[in-house]
């Protein structure tokens, strides 16, 4: 069972366009994070957030967590091909144990 | 630094037999985990260890599936009997702490047939 609901599942778009992926649950994160992975790789952290209402830029990339800390959005400004990749939200629970959602899968079109 | 190394990239077995991978962590980092990653999915978590301890395997098919981290260094996992449905790509993470970023090696694709 996914305790984190990502979507959309998946997204095509243009190089150049503007796209923004969610990440949502239905418990309080104490953290959260995003990752991206490429095909045959492991993912890799892109960010951590932490404090309710946060906001982090990372280049063309807005990561966003809610007031309440059970959502997150990651916003993706004048995308590049370079961008496609799985695009997964994480979050610690119980334990610390590190679960993810099903991601995103972002496709970048020349 | 060097990173999260995993042995072997790919290994095509047939179902009832078994397979075992094996990953070492970053060199210092207390927490391991193990992930499976089905095609088109996001990673599972199959267990965590901290040092040489789990920290949780609520998600590990315990009938079939077996880890360890004896010297909480170093670690494997077993896949015995092999199934198809356990066709995936075995990933293994570490991190310096429980609460700390986690790193990834490039994984163990598994192919059952």
């Known amino acids: 069972t996914q305790l984190l609901e990502q979507s959309p599942q998946f997204l095509s778009i243009q190089e150049g366009e503007n796209l923004t992926v969610y990440c949502n649950s239905s418990?309080?994160?104490?953290?959260l994070q995003w990752y991206r992975q490429e095909p045959g790789e492991g993912p890799v952290l892109l960010v951590t957030?932490?404090?309710?209402?946060e906001v982090k830029k990372l280049k063309r990339l807005t990561f966003q967590f809610g007031d309440a800390r059970k959502d997150s959005s990651l916003h993706i400004t004048a995308a590049q091909t370079g961008d496609t990749g799985l695009y997964l939200c994480?979050?610690?629970?119980?334990?610390?144990?590190?679960?993810f959602g099903a991601g995103t899968r972002l496709t970048v079109k020349p | 630094e060097a990173g999260v190394a995993q042995s072997p990239r790919y290994k095509i077995i047939e179902k009832r037999q078994s397979v075992a991978f094996w990953c070492n962590p970053i060199s210092g980092h207390a927490t391991l985990y193990w992930y499976q990653q089905i095609l088109g999915q996001g990673p599972k978590l199959l267990i965590q260890f901290q040092n040489n301890g789990v920290v949780d395997d609520s998600q590990l098919p315990k009938d079939r599936f077996s880890a360890e981290r004896l010297k909480g260094v170093d670690s494997t996992l077993k896949i015995q009997p092999a199934k198809l449905e356990d066709s995936a790509v075995y990933l293994c993470a570490s991190s310096l702490h429980l609460v700390t970023e986690a790193f990834f090696g490039q994984g163990t694709r598994l192919t059952v047939v």
């Open positions: 418990s309080v994160f104490s953290s």
């Open positions: 957030v932490v404090t309710g209402g």
């Open positions: 994480a979050s610690r629970y119980n334990n610390n144990d590190m679960r």
